[in-house]
Nanobody, 120 residues
Framework: QVQLVESGGGLVQPGGSLRLSCAAS???????????MGWYRQAPGKQRELVAT???????NYAASVKGRFTISRDNAKRTVYLQMNSLKAEDTAVYYC???????????WGQGTQVTVSS
């Protein structure tokens, strides 16, 4: 069974930090290191947007709104991708989704999402 399971969301005050994790399971992720992994988010009434991506070589890409505050990383041995979020703002409030993409075989998988709420 193919699964991407996010964790680490919650309620945090402005200026605080959270670390999201996304663990991949299933035989299809035996080549986890070859997947491009990403974090996306969707706020109420808005479209889903890219937050950060990391490719199989470790190159990263960030949305302008989070650059300098968020860091994406991966641990291929654990088949896990992380999103360290610092200096959180109210506008970071959203459901955060993990994505795994392997273009060579047209694989594209999504997790169920984890809620992040930034509020005082």
């Amino acid at each position: 069974q193919v699964q991407l399971v996010e964790s680490g969301g919650g309620l945090v005050q402005p200026g605080g930090s959270l670390r999201l994790s996304c663990a991949a399971s299933g035989s299809i992720f035996s080549i986890f290191s070859m997947y491009a992994m990403g974090w996306y988010r969707q706020a109420p009434g808005k479209q889903r947007e890219l937050v950060a991506t990391i490719d199989s070589g470790g190159s990263t890409n960030y949305a302008a709104s989070v650059k300098g505050r968020f860091t994406i990383s991966r641990d291929n041995a654990k088949r896990t991708v992380y999103l360290q979020m610092n200096s959180l703002k109210a506008e970071d409030t959203a459901v955060y989704y993990c994505n795994a993409n392997y273009r060579a075989w047209a694989y594209d998988f999504w997790g169920q999402g984890t809620q992040v709420t930034v509020s005082s």
